[in-house]
């Protein structure tokens, strides 16, 4: 008797120490659209566990969650772009950031091409205060 395991794919966004947004295709194998392993799969594979950052256009933000321990380094654009949209008072963000959407029951979704471009508004807001404020690629000045 075989089994067949269930697939799909999803879309989620990808915003990386260098300040770069871009969409990643993640499989869901079995239909577990609630589990951590979508966000864990999109920050790579050293990735153990994904920690939640807060929720930002109705996407859950998700960041290594040993990425401090790791000395993975700082993610500026991430950091200014979170904390001028939900705040991360004295805080900062490491490694690859994941943004993934949810629907009314909690549900990971695919992110939506509207979802995209507001969070490319906000990482492009943050990308030029970052070059104004001529700050080296470490945490925020």
Known sequence: MSTTTQTQTMTVLVLDVDGTL?????????????????PRAAMGPDTMSAQYVGELLDMVVWCDEDGKVKELPSNPVA????ATA???PGDFLVGRIVFV????????????????????????????IHRMLGCPSVIIC
């Open 22 to 38: 871009t969409e990643q295709a993640v499989e869901v194998v079995g239909g577990d659209t609630q589990s951590l392993a979508i």
């Open 79 to 82: 950091t200014l772009a979170i």
């Open 86 to 88: 939900i705040g991360l």
């Open 101 to 128: 959407a949810h629907d009314d029951q909690e549900r990971q979704v695919s992110v939506t091409q509207q979802q995209h471009a507001l969070l490319a508004a906000h990482v492009e807001g943050a990308q030029a």
